[in-house]
T-cell receptor, first 114, second 113 residues
């Protein structure tokens, strides 16, 4: 079955540590996205990538980094510079950069800083 | 300041009745609107869309209405079923293209048997 897989589902991090969230898709989608959701707020775009080896900052990129070495994979690193990293993180992909109608979302990773 | 608002965090409806989920936006440049549905422990899935050239779009039990002058849209589910219980997100953009969609905070719908 084609889909998009995020791991782990729950992640705990100590303050000052970097942590990497995994996102893998086997849909042959070109574009991939990372969103963050906080209680009472909508999804906010962190980074997106339209093609391998290229990515762009979204609205709240500070304290995050990404890579896109393979079409299937778009890992997100939450660095120690991110002041409030506790949140729910969603990865998405689409067949091209052209439309949000074809977004496929992963099931999310809940990150908690302890 | 949130550009897309869903002022009801939750809504409960009896099975068989109509569910109406509301969404308001502030940016008059928004022309494309999406509704996504999210079950617990799953990612959101696309439900229905509308662009500003229409004021209504229907897909089975789901209808989205757009009132551009009021900057308001609503999702109607008729008849509501227990399987519709989920969180519904509204999203808006000035173009149909991907990364600039602004999402609302979501409304949790509970359909009671």
């Amino acid at each position: 079955d084609g889909g998009i897989t995020q791991s782990p589902k729950y992640l705990f991090r100590k303050e000052g540590q970097n942590v990497t969230l995994s996102c893998e898709q086997n849909l042959n989608h070109d574009a991939m996205y990372w969103y963050r959701q906080d209680p009472g707020q909508g999804l906010r775009l962190i980074y997106y990538s339209q093609i391998v080896n290229d990515f762009q900052k979204g609205d709240i990129a500070e304290g995050y980094s990404v890579s896109r070495e393979k079409k299937e994979s778009f890992p997100l690193t939450v660095t120690s510079a991110q002041k409030n990293p506790t949140a729910f993180y969603l990865c998405a992909s689409s067949i091209d950069h052209g439309t949000a109608y074809g977004y496929t979302f992963g099931s999310g990773t809940r990150l908690t800083v302890v | 300041d949130q550009q897309v608002k869903q002022n009801s965090p939750s809504l409960s409806v009896q099975e068989g009745r109509i569910s109406i989920l509301n969404c308001d936006y502030t940016n008059s440049m928004f022309d494309y609107f999406l509704w996504y549905k999210k079950y617990p422990a799953e990612g959101p899935t696309f439900l229905i869309s509308i662009s500003s050239i229409k004021d209504k779009n229907e897909d089975g039990r789901f209808t989205v209405f757009l009132n551009k002058s009021a900057k308001h849209l609503s999702l109607h589910i008729v008849p509501s079923q227990p399987g519709d219980s989920a969180v519904y997100f509204c999203a808006a953009n000035s173009s149909p293209y991907g990364q600039n969609f602004v999402f609302g905070p979501g409304t949790r719908l509970s359909v009671l048997p």
